[in-house]
C-alpha cells in the first residue's frame, strides 16, 4: 500500500472551478466577503441549512481561508486510532498534511487492544497489513492478541500517539467544522475524518423476559456480550448459551468445547456452516478478497444498507456439532428466570448467556440528519460524506468499496481519503490565496 505524496500545484488547481466551490459552498460566509463566479455547483447553500439544487447557477469566494492560513497548523481531525485512524495519519503525515489524532481511551490500537485476545481474526495475515509497512507474520490466521502487537508496534514506528479525547458534537460553522470535546472544549477543523469503529457500541436484541439492551439489575440471567469474554476457564459445569450465527459465536462455541464445556447455540436462521480454512488446499479469502477488490459497488447497495457480518472460519465447529459437543437451538423465544425458551418450544436452563450479536455503529457527535441505514453512517462517496463535504468515514461499510470495513479496505481507503484531504485543503488555500489577491 502506497501513501504516495503529490505535488501541490497551486496553479493547476485553481483551474479546477468545481472543487474549489464544493470547499467553500457549505461555510456560512459572511455577506460582505462574497464574489459571485456563475458555475454550476453542487452541496449546500450558506447560511442555511437546506442542500441546494445541483446546477445552480451562484456563487462563491469566502474568507474561511484565514482558518488555514498557516501550513503547519493541525488542520485535520482524526476522531479514532484504530487501525483507520492509525492508516489515516500515516498517509497524512507522509503527505506532510498537519493533523491531530484523538482517542477515546488515548491509545493505539482500537479495538483490538480491547479484544478478547485469542479469538482470531477471519482475514488471513497478509491482508491486514497497513499503510507503508509489512503485513503481520504468522502462519494461518493470527489472533487479535497478535495482531494488536502489531499495531503498537505500528504505532511506534510511525510515532502516532493519539491525544486521550472524546468528540461529544461536531457542528458545521463558518470556519468549517466546529468540533467540540468532552469537557466542553472545541476547536475548529478544515477537515475531519471519522474512524470511530464499532467495537465500542455492542449489540443486544431485546428479548422477552431480558432488561433489553442494557444490563437490568431484574435480570435473572447472567449474561455479558461477547466483547466481554474472557475464556471458558470459570464456566467449568455451566451451561453455557451463546446467541448469535457470525465469527465471533462460532469461535467462543469451538473454545467452549476446548474448555470442557458443551454450550448450546441459537441462531435466529438455521446455522450455516462456517468457511471451511481450506478448499482444496487454498484458503477461500484468496479468491474472494480479490474480488471484493473489483466488485462494482452498485450491485451490493441493499447490502450496504443491511450491514455486514463476518463468517467464521471452521476450526473444528461443524465437526463439534455432529459430534453433539455443541448443540444448535433456533431462536430464543422468551427467558423466566434460569429458563430459556427457544422457537421450537424446547427449553434449557442456562448459567450464563452470551450474545455474540455483533456490533453497531454509532455516531451520536454527528446531527441526526446526517447518520442513516442500520448502522447510522453517513451517506459517503469515495469515503467523503455526500452532505458534508470535508467530513470523511474510514472503517465504515462501502465508504467505498464493499471491502471498506475490512482491514486491507481501510488500508487502501486511508491512502485515497488522505489524497482528497490534501487536494481539498491546497484548494481551500488557493482559494483563499485568489481572494485575498482579489480583495487587493
Ligand atoms: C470482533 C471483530 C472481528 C473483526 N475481524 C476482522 C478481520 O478478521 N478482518 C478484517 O479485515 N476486519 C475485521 N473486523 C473489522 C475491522 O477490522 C474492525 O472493526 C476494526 O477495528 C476497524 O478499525 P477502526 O479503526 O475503524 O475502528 P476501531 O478499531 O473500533 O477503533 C475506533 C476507535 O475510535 C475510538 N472512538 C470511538 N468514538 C470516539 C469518540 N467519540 N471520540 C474519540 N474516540 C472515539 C474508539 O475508542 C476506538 O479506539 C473485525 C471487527 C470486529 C468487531
Request: net charge positive.
Given at each position: 500500500m502506497v501513501c504516495s505524496t503529490s505535488a501541490q500545484g497551486y496553479k493547476r488547481l485553481l483551474l479546477l472551478s468545481r472543487p474549489i466551490l464544493e470547499c467553500q459552498t457549505h461555510a456560512v460566509i459572511p455577506e460582505q466577503s462574497r464574489v459571485f463566479i456563475g458555475l454550476p455547483v453542487t452541496g449546500w447553500l450558506p447560511q442555511s441549512k437546506e442542500p441546494r439544487q445541483s446546477g445552480s447557477q451562484v456563487m462563491i469566494a469566502d474568507n474561511f481561508g484565514r482558518a488555514l492560513e498557516n501550513d503547519t497548523a493541525d488542520r485535520v481531525l482524526i476522531?479514532?486510532?484504530?487501525?483507520?485512524?492509525?492508516?489515516?495519519?500515516?498517509?497524512?503525515?507522509?503527505?506532510?498534511?498537519?493533523?491531530?489524532?484523538?482517542?477515546?481511551?488515548?491509545?493505539?490500537?482500537?479495538?483490538?487492544?480491547?479484544?478478547?485476545?485469542?479469538?482470531?481474526?477471519?482475514?488471513?495475515?497478509?491482508?491486514?497489513?497497513?499503510?507503508?509497512?509489512?503485513?503481520?507474520?504468522?502462519?494461518?490466521?493470527?489472533?487479535?492478541?497478535?495482531?494488536?502487537?502489531?499495531?503498537?508496534?505500528?504505532?511506534?514506528?510511525?510515532?502516532?500517539?493519539?491525544?486521550?479525547?472524546?468528540?461529544?458534537?461536531?457542528?458545521?460553522?463558518?470556519?468549517?467544522?466546529?468540533?467540540e470535546f468532552e469537557g466542553g472544549h472545541g476547536d475548529y477543523f478544515a477537515a475531519v475524518v471519522v474512524c470511530t469503529g464499532m467495537f465500542d457500541n455492542p449489540h443486544v436484541p431485546a428479548i422477552l423476559g431480558l432488561g433489553g439492551a442494557g444490563r437490568n439489575p431484574q435480570d435473572s440471567i447472567r449474561w455479558i456480550h461477547a466483547c466481554e469474554w474472557t475464556g471458558p476457564s470459570l464456566l467449568s459445569g455451566k451451561r453455557v448459551l451463546i446467541v448469535g450465527d457470525g465469527m465471533t459465536a462460532v469461535e467462543l462455541a469451538e473454545e467452549s468445547v476446548r474448555g470442557g464445556i458443551t454450550p448450546i447455540l441459537s441462531s435466529r436462521s438455521p446455522m450455516k456452516p462456517p468457511f471451511p480454512g481450506r478448499i482444496l488446499g487454498?484458503?477461500?479469502?484468496?479468491?474472494?478478497?480479490?474480488?471484493?477488490r473489483r466488485a462494482p459497488l452498485w450491485m451490493f447497495r441493499k447490502q450496504c444498507g443491511m450491514g455486514w457480518k463476518f463468517r467464521g472460519i471452521d476450526r473444528g465447529f461443524w465437526n463439534f456439532t455432529r459430534?453433539?459437543?455443541?448443540?444448535?437451538?433456533?431462536?430464543?423465544?422468551?427467558?423466566?428466570?434460569?429458563?430459556?425458551?427457544?422457537?421450537?418450544?424446547?427449553?434449557?436452563?442456562?448459567?450464563?448467556?452470551?450474545?455474540a450479536t455483533g456490533y453497531r455503529f454509532n455516531m451520536p457527535f454527528l446531527p441526526e440528519g446526517l447518520r442513516e441505514g442500520i448502522d447510522e453512517t453517513p451517506r459517503v462517496r469515495d469515503g467523503e460524506s455526500v452532505m458534508w463535504p470535508g467530513l470523511y468515514c474510514v472503517g465504515v461499510p462501502c465508504a467505498r468499496k464493499i471491502n471498506s470495513h475490512f482491514i486491507f479496505g481501510i488500508a487502501e481507503d486511508a491512502a485515497v481519503v488522505s489524497s482528497a484531504i490534501e487536494s481539498r485543503l491546497a484548494l481551500c488555500k488557493a482559494q483563499s490565496l485568489l481572494t485575498s489577491h482579489s480583495a487587493e
Open positions: 476522531i479514532g486510532s484504530g487501525p483507520s485512524g492509525m492508516a489515516v495519519s500515516k498517509c497524512l503525515t507522509d503527505r506532510g498534511v498537519g493533523h491531530q489524532l484523538v482517542d477515546h481511551y488515548g491509545d493505539a490500537g482500537g479495538a483490538y487492544v480491547r479484544m478478547y485476545p485469542r479469538m482470531y481474526l477471519s482475514s488471513p495475515p497478509n491482508y491486514l497489513g497497513l499503510p507503508k509497512a509489512s503485513s503481520p507474520q504468522g502462519d494461518g490466521h493470527i489472533s487479535a492478541g497478535q495482531y494488536a502487537s502489531y499495531l503498537r508496534q505500528y504505532a511506534d514506528q510511525f510515532n502516532i500517539r493519539p491525544l486521550r479525547r472524546t468528540v461529544r458534537r461536531i457542528i458545521r460553522d463558518e470556519r468549517e467544522f466546529f468540533v487454498v484458503e477461500p479469502r484468496f479468491i474472494t478478497y480479490p474480488l471484493m459430534r453433539h459437543m455443541i448443540e444448535l437451538r433456533p431462536m430464543i423465544r422468551e427467558v423466566n428466570g434460569r429458563c430459556v425458551t427457544f422457537a421450537d418450544g424446547s427449553h434449557a436452563d442456562i448459567d450464563l448467556l452470551v450474545f
